[in-house]
Structures are given as structure tokens and as C-alpha cells.
């Protein structure tokens, strides 16, 4: 079994990519692509590759570097590609649920990678099982490669908006056929989806902006809502499979959490919205009658994602910015069990502090979210015991009361420590000296726009009707 620590971020499903690269080594290419996507999953990589008659395929359990030797990637040819990270959600980390998923079809090979989240997933599951067909994963994506193979006559793009018929939820698809890469994305387009093109010719497509410039992409475009993209020898080639549902519903924890900051996502750097996020927040809290300049001596990030908006904090507020915590990226990844005194520890395997940066200084520290609340508390702890005077806590986004049903692990509503406890609760339970959350208002400012985001974790209201008694999470693993 894997260790993980029982840290408190919201986990991402996946990352995806798919890739038309005539005369070039597209399993390399995916391979580069893949792993400037790692962070948005460390539990399983696989590829397939196909070469306009045959398909092939690769995947396994860990990072993506320790998945690829180039032994295994030895007798992946072709010119078309589509890859796969993945963050156990819907299923558990064993390979059997890795992506992406290859079948044999009547219409040829078929391979599926998945960024996402059906909530109807058990019922279409079902009508397929009645008509006797079997499976071989607890997958949702399974499911869809399912749908799609067994289709009936037309072309693949036919098939494949025939299926986003009765697809509902969060998905950003890449497929691939023996002499094409599709990409697909959900009318309310939660989960990102870019395209661009390559230098050398053909296309990429990714879940983020930084794996296609990683490529050397230019010209990227947002897949949008509804369409279905085909890369081939035919060129690109766009379909509005379905018409795009207004208001859209972007996942607005990409700004504030999932995405690299080098990302653009609809047209807004990642990196600078982090940052006027922790503006905002200082704005918020003087408004709200508290000298935040007399507050604290020094503002510090819990790296990573958060390390923008202290530095927007600092700046507003007009307190010192420093680093608090050294964070060790890797020791959560480990398959390897710590004994049970290191256990024990907790978040002290994942973060040391530089004591010198707190001894004797009154702290404000900047996180992006709390979730279940496992680490908020701890990290208070390392900061007294290092010497601190005092702790307090700021927030980049609204509390988290409601769980996600479109591909973000955040547990159900008994998991979440917003759903059950006051803001003072939390702040008491936690030992800090004082703890503010971004309002819903404020986090959409800094977004740069009011609407066209999913908020629901925050406000319960979610663009999809979702019925509570019936529906799962679709999160059988729970790890934080």
C-alpha cells in the first residue's frame, strides 16, 4: 500500500494529453508531456500509441519517470499518441483502474483517457452490465470506452457525440483510434482542455498550457465546451458536438490550487490570480476593521500554490514576506511505511521549519484551502514549537462545507470541517491566534469575473442537480 500523508489539499483526478506528431517519436513527446503534468496525479501513467493500423499501450503503478524506461517505450511507434496521470478517485491506485483504457472494436482500436467525473456514472454502468457486458476496473472511464465501442455504425466522431448525449458531468477526453487522437470536452466545461499546435506539424492537446509549451506549442487555444477536436492527416478538424451550457462551469480550484502557475486558463494566468488573491484578502480583512500592518511581522507561505498570494498579501498589507516551511515533495509518494513513531510526526515529514524566519515573530500564515482540517492545526504547532509568538491563518478561498461530485476529492459532508463547525470553531480547534477566510465575492474578484464558475464546495448550489441519497462522491479512497 502506498503512504500518504495525511495532508489537507483537494486532490485532482488526472492529467491528460494527446498528440499528432507526423515523423516524429510521439512516445517521447507524450512521455515530457506527461511529466510536466505529474503534479495533477502521482498514483499511475500509461500511453497508447497507435500508427494508423496498430495500437499499443503501456501503463503501470508510481511517478511517470519510474513508469517509462526506454524499454517500455522501446516498441511504442506511431504518430498518434494519448497519455494518462492519474489520481485515484473513482476506483482505487491498483493497475487494473491505470489509463488509458484499450479495447478491440468491430470499428478497430479504441483507447481512453479521462479528466473528470460522471455522476451518472452507476446507472449507465448498469444498462451496460444488463446487456452483458463485463468489466474489468471500478473506472467511470471504463465505462465511456464502453459506450463508445459499442456504438453502432457512423464515424467516430458520430459515436462520440451520440455518447455525450447521456454523459452527465465533468469529462475532458482524450481518445484515440488507429489513425486518430480526439479531444472532447463536457458542455459545462469544468475541467481544462488546450490545444495547440506543434512546430514540426500536427497538434497536442493537454489538461494545462505548460505541458503543450513544453512541446513547443504555439498558437494555444482553450477545447471549448461541447466540441469534439480531431487530430489527423486531415488537419484539425472542430465539432460542436453538443452546445455549450450558460453559464459555463469552470472548476475554480484550478486558479486556486490544481494548476501549475505558468498555466492560462480561459485567458487568465494562474500565477496572477493566486496573487490577487492574497490582495484580496488583505484588502478584506483592513475592511473589515483589523490593522493587518500591526498584525504580524512576517507573512509565509504553506508552499506551493499558496506562495503567490503571501507574496499578494505582503505587498498589500505591507508585511515582510519570508519562507516559513521547507516542504519535502516527494515523502507523500513514497510506497515505502514509515515505522509508527515516525507516523507519528505527521506533517513533520512533510514540512520543516526555518526557525529563523519565525523565532520570536508574530506569523501570518497563508494557505490556499482547508478541507478536513488535518493539517491546518499541525502546521500552527511546528511554527510554536520553532518559536513563534504568534499564528495567525489566512485563507485564499471561501470555506469548503459541500463535497465535489465533478472529479475533485474532497470527501463527503462528515469529512469537511467548515460543514460542522463555525469560522471561530475552526480557528479554536486549530490554536490559531486568528483565522479569516476570502469571501466567495472576493476569491471571484481576484478571479477576474463573477460567473462561469463551478462554486459549489462553497455554496452548495451545483450547476448539475445532484441527488445526495443516490449519488456517490465517486471518491472510494479517502486519504487526507
Known amino acids: 500500500m502506498k503512504f500518504d500523508l495525511e495532508d489537507d489539499s483537494p486532490k485532482e483526478e488526472c492529467g491528460v494529453i494527446g498528440i499528432f506528431a507526423p515523423n516524429e517519436d510521439v512516445a517521447r513527446m507524450t512521455f515530457f508531456g506527461l511529466y510536466a503534468l505529474q503534479h495533477r496525479g502521482q498514483e499511475a501513467a500509461g500511453m497508447a500509441v497507435a500508427d494508423g493500423q496498430t495500437m499499443s499501450t503501456y501503463k503501470g503503478v508510481g511517478l511517470v519517470s519510474h513508469v517509462f524506461t526506454p524499454a517500455a517505450m522501446a516498441d511504442l ?10 489520481y485515484s478517485t473513482t476506483g482505487s491506485s491498483s493497475l487494473r483502474n491505470a489509463q488509458p483504457f484499450m479495447i478491440e472494436t468491430i470499428h478497430g482500436p479504441l483507447a481512453l483517457a ?23 476496473s471500478s473506472s467511470d472511464s471504463e465505462v465511456m470506452t464502453l459506450m463508445l465501442a459499442r456504438n453502432g455504425e457512423g464515424t467516430w466522431e458520430e459515436r462520440i457525440k451520440h455518447a455525450m448525449k447521456k454523459w452527465v458531468g465533468a469529462y475532458s477526453l482524450v481518445i484515440l483510434t488507429r489513425d486518430c487522437v480526439y479531444a472532447v470536452r463536457d458542455p459545462w466545461g469544468f475541467r481544462p482542455l488546450c490545444i495547440g499546435l506543434l512546430p514540426s506539424g500536427g497538434h497536442a492537446v493537454a489538461s494545462e498550457t505548460g505541458a503543450l509549451q513544453t512541446l513547443g506549442c504555439e498558437a494555444i487555444r482553450d477545447v471549448k465546451p461541447g466540441e469534439v477536436v480531431s487530430l489527423s492527416n486531415s488537419a484539425l478538424k472542430v465539432m460542436q458536438a453538443l452546445p455549450p451550457i450558460k453559464p459555463s462551469a469552470m472548476c475554480v480550484f484550478e486558479h486556486i490550487y490544481f494548476a501549475r502557475p505558468d498555466q492560462i486558463w480561459d485567458g487568465v494566468n494562474v500565477h496572477h490570480v493566486r496573487q490577487r488573491l ?32 503571501a507574496i499578494g498579501f505582503s505587498h498589500e498589507s505591507g508585511i515582510a514576506y519570508n519562507d516559513g516551511f521547507i516542504k519535502n515533495r516527494y515523502v507523500g509518494r513514497t510506497f515505502i511505511e514509515p515505522t509508527d513513531s515516525l507516523r507519528k510526526r505527521g506533517v513533520a ?19 490556499d484551502s ?19 509568538k504568534e499564528v495567525h491563518v489566512a485563507i485564499t478561498c471561501p470555506p469548503i462545507a459541500h463535497p465535489c461530485f465533478m472529479g475533485v476529492d474532497m470527501g463527503k459532508h462528515d469529512n469537511l470541517i467548515a460543514h460542522k463547525r463555525t469560522v471561530d470553531e475552526i480557528r479554536e480547534f486549530f490554536g490559531a491566534d ?47
Open 278 to 309: 492574497g490582495e484580496e484578502l488583505a484588502r478584506e480583512m483592513c475592511n473589515n476593521s483589523m490593522d493587518v500592518g500591526l498584525m504580524a511581522d512576517v507573512v509565509i507561505p504553506v508552499p506551493d500554490s499558496s506562495t503567490p498570494a
Open 370 to 388: 482547508i478541507v478536513r482540517g488535518n493539517t491546518t492545526g499541525p502546521l500552527i504547532k511546528l511554527l510554536r514549537n520553532a518559536g513563534a
Open 77 to 86: 511507434k506511431g504518430h498518434y499518441a494519448i497519455g494518462h496521470t492519474r
Open 349 to 367: 515529514l512533510k514540512f520543516n521549519v526555518i526557525n529563523e524566519n519565525v523565532r520570536d515573530k508574530r506569523v501570518m500564515m497563508i494557505d
Open 434 to 480: 486568528s483565522l479569516y477566510y476570502l469571501s466567495l465575492d472576493g476569491m471571484m474578484r481576484a478571479v477576474g469575473r463573477q460567473g462561469g464558475f463551478c462554486q459549489a464546495c462553497f455554496t452548495g448550489e451545483y450547476p448539475i442537480p445532484v441527488d445526495m441519497s443516490s449519488v456517490k462522491t465517486g471518491f472510494e479512497k479517502v486519504t487526507k
Open 114 to 136: 479521462h479528466n473528470g467525473n460522471l455522476i451518472n456514472s452507476a446507472e449507465l454502468r448498469n444498462e451496460l452490465m444488463e446487456q452483458g457486458v463485463g468489466f474489468s
